[in-house]
Every structure is written in C-alpha cells, then in structure tokens.
C-alpha cells in the first residue's frame, strides 16, 4: 500500500503544469483513471474501478499584472488555493477554495468557492498512436459551479447582490504525439451571472453609477459567457527535479455580442524543494480584444504548491 501511495503521489506531482483556463495557480488535475487500477475491456468499458485515491493541494503565492477571470485588474495580487480531490473508477470530484488579497481598491473577490463534477472515458487512439502500443486514450467530461464574492457595491455605494456565479463545461482529451510526447486539449464554454450597481450616467468618471432602475436590492445581474481552446504539452522533465510546460489558448467571449480573438499563452516552470513542496514560476502573457483599457497583460506568478494530504483504498 505505501508503495502504491508513493507511486502516485510521484504521478500527482508530475502531471502537466499546465493550468487551467483562467488561473495559473490552478494546477491541471487531469489523471488516467488506468493510473489508480482501473480495468477496461477491450471495448473500453470499465469492469474495475481500482483504488479511490484522494489528496488535497495547497498553493500561495503572489501574481502580477493579475487578471481575473478573462478582465484585467492591473494589480498585485496574493492568493491562497485550496484544491480536494477525490478520483474513483470513472469519476472524479474536486472542491476548490480561493482566497485573493490585491494591493489596491479594486472589484476583485475576495473569495471564491468551486465545486466539480468529471466523467472519464476511453476512445479508441488514432494509427499513429496504435504504433506504439496504445489502443486507447483517456478524455474527460466536467461541469462546474462556482460562487464569489462581489465588492461592487461596497466600492461603488450602490444596492448589489453581494455575489457572482458560474457554470462551466469543459471536454479534455489526452493525446500521445509522435516521438514518445504526450499533450492534451480542452474545449470550455463559460456562463458567468454578475451582478452590477446599473448604468454608468454620462459624463461621470469612472465609479459613477446612477442608481438601479428596479426597486430590489440586487441590483441589475449581467450574463457573461466565454469559449475557449486549450493545447498543453506535457511537460520537459530534466534530473527528476526541474519541469517546464507549454500551453497556448483562444476564445471568444459574449456580453452584449460575441468578441473572438482572445489569445493566451504559458510558460510555466517547476522546481522540487523538498518539504516545502514544488516552487512554480509562471509568464502568462494574454490578449483580450473589447477589454476597457489595456488589451493585454502579461502575469507572472511565483507560488508554492504542496500536496498535504494523500490516501488510497479499495
């Protein structure tokens, strides 16, 4: 059993660095169920879920240049992430906490909370994988609800709900290149209900808002949505100790029509530091057309992250 911990502990630790769609402390989370015992046949149906394997991530750090949720902030931020995962036969499931601290008075959140929902799936590989032995690569399905703080009212002194949600899916397909490389692909729509203290009056700086026009408290709720393109390659492993990744996105992205042309890009690198964990350097420079403002940005992140807790059982 300590063996088999070990062994994917090594694997989690590992996994691409690429992170997910919006931020880059949030590590991929992406595991081959055939890694924890799962058995397929033939016809890629599962006939054994093999261990439940659990583990909970930690990662802080801080972020320049931040931008949250597609829309930059110009600002410093420090956070702290939180990730539970759970990894059963098929499924998996993740609850995610963030907390987020910015140098200046900005809309940013203070807290979000996320709750995921995945469905893993065999699909037959192409001939050019089959040539190395594979017959079959993993995809997975996911949904997801999030909830957030909203500070607009307390900055703008207008009546607002006092949080934001979000659902999302997203289809990832693991893919084995030729050569011996691994990437993988991801396809992510977005829909995003915000609240907001109503219209900007005419001629008014920047945190004018004229009053909402209904009598609730709530103010009025604007509906975002986004979709979006990720290619990560696996990472480049040197002395089991350094790792650096790749990945590269676009999208579009709808408010009061749809904008396309969002493109990002990552570089990411990875060193083991022993018991404080892998230290993580990111430069995420993005383009958001129709953005107020500047229409790039370009974060860098350096976090720390640290898998604190790990189980395995039948």
Known sequence: MRRALLALFTLLSAVPLAAQEFDVFDLNDFVDPRLHGAIYDRNGSLTDRGDVFRLVRIATGGISDYAWRSTPTHDNVGFLHVVASEYAGNFQANVKATFLDGQHDNALPRY?????????MLHEANSEVKKSGIDRIAGRAMVSLAIEDNRLGEITGTPVRRYNTEIAAELDLAMSLPGGRNAS???IWTSRQSAIPGQQQLGCTTGCFAPPPTNNDSGHMQR????????????????????????????????DRWRWGATRA??????????????????????????IGKHTTQEVAIFFDKTVFVSLAH
């Open 112 to 120: 979000r909370v996320m709750t995921q929902l995945a469905h893993y």
């Open 185 to 187: 692909g991801s396809i």
């Open 224 to 255: 975002t949505e986004r979709a979006s393109y990720y290619y990560r390659l696996d990472e480049h492993q040197i002395a089991n100790r350094y790792r650096f990744g790749l990945n590269f996105g676009v999208g579009g992205e709808k408010t």
């Open 266 to 291: 990552g570089i990411h690198g990875a060193m083991d530091v022993g018991p404080a964990g892998t230290l993580n350097v990111t430069w995420t420079p993005t383009y958001v057309p129709g953005s």
